[in-house]
Structures are given as C-alpha cells and as structure tokens.
C-alpha cells in the first residue's frame, strides 16, 4: 500500500529535493501541501495531482483538518519547525524534519523531556549518517581497522560562494531570520561525530574568528549592490559571477521564481541576493570552532570556515593502530594502519548531499513501512548535536567550557 505524504514547505528542499525524490518512489506519493508562496505552491501541486482540497497557504490549516496523510514532511525555515512538528505529532503523523528542530534553548528542553514517547515517530534530516561516506567511514570503525580511536579532526570547507549565497544574502544571514551558523549549518557536523563516536559530549569549547563580511574590511569603491560596483570584476563573492550564470540550478533557483536573464537581473536590483557582501545585514559567523570531550574520553576538533573553494567535509581520525583520512566531496578514504599497507577506497555516489539526499528518503520510506526503531536519526538522537550547537554558543559568548550534563538541564 502507498504511503501519503503532506509537504509543510516548498522551497528548496521540500520541493526541489525531497518532492522529487518522491515522485520517482513507487511506494511513496504526496498528496498534500502547504506553502505560503503560491507559484511554489501551485508548482508542487501540479507535479504531484494534488487536488485543490489539499493545498493550503499555512501550515495550520493543513494541521486543523483530519489526517490527510500518513506522513508529514517540515521543510520551513529554521524557526517555523518546532511548530508544525509539535501539531503534526498531536494529529497522529509520522515526520520528517528538517534540521534543525529548533534554535530556542527551552523548546529543546520540552521536546528532551515531554515528547520522548514521540521518539521513534520523528526522523530528523541529519543526511550525512545517510551518505555512502560516512557510512563507509563507521564501518571501517566497528571493524576495528585502526584500534581505539583518540582523536577526530572534522572541518567543514562551506565554500566562499556558498557561505555568501546562504549566510551573507540568503535566508540564514542573520539570528533574526536563521539559527547560529553552528546549529543551521554544522549540526550535522555535530551529529556525524557522536554517530561515529557513540558517545555524548562531556564539555565543549568554543571560540570564533572576527567577522569577515562587514563595513570594516569594505573595500574601496565597492557599490552598494553588484550591479553598479566599481571592483566586481576582481570580487569572488559578486552576485552577477554567482548568479548570472548559464547553469539554473541552486544556488540560482532560490533567488526568484523567474529564472530568465531579465528575473535574475530584476532579484538582484531589489532583493538581498544583489547587495554587496560588505553591506547586508548579516551577523553570522564565518569561521567557528570547538572542542570537545567525550563522555568516552575521545577527543574531537570541529571546525566550520567560510574561506575556502571547495564545499567539502575533511576528516582524520587518529587511532591507536593507525588513521583514516577521508574527503566527503571527492569520495575519497584512505586507510592508513601503522603495521601494513595503505588503502584507498573511492566512494561511488550520485545526487545532493554526496548521495545522502537519496538514501535519506529511502530510509524515510523503510521508516513507514517497517520497525521503526530502525530509525537512526529519531528525535532524541537529534537533539544532541543541537544542545551542543548552543552550549558552544554559550562558551563563545562567555569564553569558558561548558558541562553538558548541566546544560542539558
């Protein structure tokens, strides 16, 4: 029997990803949606036959009716989760949430105390345990190719033009509108390590680098918006280089719903997505650290940085009878015991997120047909790399390490 979904926001990824994977499951089909914003909407619902009952501009008003589905897919903005998820859990759905759950510190704890019955009906969109990667990596770890591990390495390479389009113009530029870069960007980050690790953080330090994209380091005769500057040509972050580009697909298609040259032109004279780097309204950091120590006694480093060319993941784990070096985008591993030959593994992958996309929604799949504490990703997993993302906001903020048994509440 086929599973119904209803889709709780279609941008990026509840559209351009996670729809689209659907349509071509035999065994899932969406049948619902609620978006505020009608083209995409409408766009949804002709791409699935979603009958005009079935569409409706809030959230609220999909989750006032009698079930409509098996499932709920929450695909809002980082602070329009906790929400939906809340209701659609009341109403009996299962659901697949977007990360992150919630940026407030007390939502976290309502949901870690009051809603640990509703564990295993809630899959979080962690998609790196789902990559072929980090898949890959785990198994080499309960196989015991290097020993005991001692210390993990993990610095996410965001991208110079990925972190502008996101975290300079785009929807998670500031606090006001997204969550701290460490909870809406490297949460996932976080969750991979304590998957690896199988163990809670014990204390976490963390420190910053000055911010970048601000009126300080505003070079001279730069324009208030790319179209009209003086220096585009010799920047990496200008919007006519990130956007006027043959190619159509993201970061290009969430700036406007008129992806013809004249639209994309038109965004950039009056959205966000057209000003200059140095002159937004952004507060987000681009270079963040933290250490951490585990409840195990493993040692572990992350570090999330703005500057660099690739978007990528690089790891090193340290282990007492070798080390693994990993490349998430390269799908590159390499094994390296300290009494034989290295090896190189070459990871084979397709689709978004190194392939994790993919397997995110078969799992999802597997989720609503079979046991379902076969869900790794469940709410209370979750949460962890989440209480982690704020207490080293906490210890950025204060500058000392903070207890996560205490934090935790």
């Known amino acids: 029997m086929v599973k119904e979904i209803a889709v709780i926001g279609a941008g990026n990824r509840g559209k351009d990803v996670y729809s689209n994977l659907i349509k071509n499951n035999n065994n899932l089909k969406i049948t619902a949606v609620a978006e505020p914003q009608k083209l995409r909407r409408e766009e949804l619902a002709q791409e699935h036959n979603i009958p005009p009952t079935n569409q409706f501009k809030d959230w609220e008003d999909l989750l006032f009716e009698d079930k409509l589905a098996d499932a709920v897919i929450i695909a809002t903005g980082d602070k329009e989760h906790f929400n939906p998820l809340i209701s659609a859990l009341k109403k009996g759905y299962k659901v697949l949430c977007e990360k992150p759950i919630t940026d407030d510190y007390e939502e976290l704890i309502i949901l870690n105390n009051k809603y640990k019955d509703y564990n295993d009906k809630v899959m979080v969109s962690h998609v790196l345990r789902y990559t072929p990667f980090f898949k890959k990596i785990k198994e080499l770890l309960s196989e015991n190719k290097i020993g005991d591990i001692r210390f993990i390495n993990l610095i996410e390479n965001i991208g110079f033009f990925h972190y502008a389009h996101s975290y300079v113009r785009g929807n998670w530029r500031n606090q006001n509108v997204g969550a701290p870069i460490i909870l809406a960007k490297s949460c996932h980050d976080l969750d991979i390590l304590y998957w690896l690790l199988e163990s809670k953080i014990k204390r976490v330090y963390s420190d910053s680098s000055d911010r970048y994209f601000n009126k300080k380091h505003n070079p001279l005769n730069s324009g208030e918006r790319c179209l009209k500057c003086k220096i585009e040509k010799n920047c990496p972050y200008s919007a006519k280089k990130i956007y006027l580009r043959a190619e159509e697909g993201w970061p290009v298609s969430v700036i406007t719903e008129d992806l013809s040259y004249e639209g994309r032109i038109e965004a950039l004279r009056k959205s966000n997505y057209g000003k200059c780097v140095y002159k937004s309204d952004n507060d987000q950091l681009d270079v963040q650290s933290l250490l951490m120590k585990y409840e195990n006694g493993i040692t572990a480093h992350f570090t999330l940085t703005a500057f660099s060319k690739e978007m990528t993941r690089k790891i090193n784990i340290f282990g007492t009878h070798g080390e693994i070096i990993g490349n998430l985008d390269k799908g590159i591993i390499e094994v390296k015991p300290f009494l034989s ?44 790399s989440h209480f982690v993302a704020l207490a080293a906001e906490k210890s950025r903020i204060n500058k000392s390490a903070v207890n996560l048994d205490e934090f935790r509440g």
Not at 353 to 361: N, P, T, V, W, Y
Not at 367 to 381: G, V
């Open 341 to 384: 030959e290295d090896k190189t593994i070459e990871i084979d992958y397709k689709g978004g997120h190194a392939g994790g996309d993919e397997k995110l929604i078969g799992a999802f799949e597997q989720f609503l047909y079979e046991d379902q504490r076969k869900n790794e990703s469940n709410l209370i997993s979750a949460l962890e």
